[in-house]
């Protein structure tokens, strides 16, 4: 009998190792950027023509940036609670609108709303490879000194709001 | 199949081919590719993990493909180009990441695991051979089977 259990013991043991990576996100892959300043940059604004916008405008306050673009099928499953976010004014949200043609964009901000303060327009994608993006939507946490506090891949659901950004947005704001 | 009708599937065949989507432009200079194709042969492209940033048809990977070409343009070496990435996307981005704590398991892990193989074989091996060996008999049992063998056969 006990000459069973060792086999029995591995497997049991492969399987929680099998379980719990299932239960991992392999998009979720650690961004070398956290706590490390935002990247410089300067892009022209989506809505007000001739104005641009850079990260240090945003010096002094905790802010989110979330990438974004009209093609993009999960930034319409995340857009609802941006909007609803928003709403609160609690923190300013700034869109970074990556490879996108302006026509679309602006016409997917009318149909589903616009929680952005502004948007800046990365028509080529270079600042999104300065950010790391590779799956759109993504959302950065920036503080007031315009360090990277967090970065969020993929669509925010109710749950990472509450349970990850707004308690750490909570701990910046002090 | 009539001559004729091969020559017209001929004709469309090519003609399809024709009109089949261009090549991506190749950078002027064939060094620059080869070192670019080296380069990013190391390099995983994030929006589908299992292809190298080389291999792969996604946007971004074209999009990190231009970028690498511009660094190679600009003089740039390969570590600084590898850097480049490791600094956006971390070292997942790198097929062979560098060995350090957060990586010693999994550099590591295959040796763990085969040495752990080989104790355990080792251990099998010693367990049945011990099974095996018949265990000598004493002074004490070789008359009592002695006698016995005597008393079968009588």
Known sequence: ?174 | MKLSSLLVWCVLIFSAAAMAKEAAPMAADLEVEKRMVAISEELRCLVCQNESLSGSHAELAQDLRREIRKMIGEGKTDKEILDFMVARYGDFVRYRPPVKPTTWLLWGGPFLLLAGGIAALIAFLRRRAREVAAPELSEEERRRAAALLDQSNS
């Open chain 1, 1 to 174: 009998m006990k000459r069973f259990l060792i086999p029995l013991g591995v497997f049991v043991v492969l399987v929680v190792f099998l379980a719990v990576g299932l239960t991992l996100n392999p998009r979720d892959v650690p961004s070398p950027l956290k706590d490390k300043p935002a990247p410089a940059f300067t892009l022209p604004q989506l809505a007000a023509a001739g104005k641009s916008f850079s990260p240090a405008d945003m010096k002094g306050q905790v802010w989110l940036f979330n990438v974004w673009a009209s093609w993009c099928v999960s930034c319409r499953q995340e857009h609802p609670l941006l909007v609803a976010f928003a709403k609160e004014g609690k923190l300013p949200v700034v869109g970074l609108n990556y490879k996108d043609q302006e026509a679309d964009a602006k016409g997917w901000l009318a149909q589903f709303g616009d929680p952005y303060v502004l948007s800046a327009v990365d028509a080529d994608g270079r600042v999104g490879i300065d950010y790391g993006v590779y799956g759109v939507p993504e959302t950065y946490v920036i503080d007031k000194a315009g360090m990277i506090r967090m970065k969020h891949t993929g669509p925010i659901t109710p749950e990472s709001l509450q349970k990850q950004i707004l308690p750490l947005v909570a701990e910046l704001s002090k």
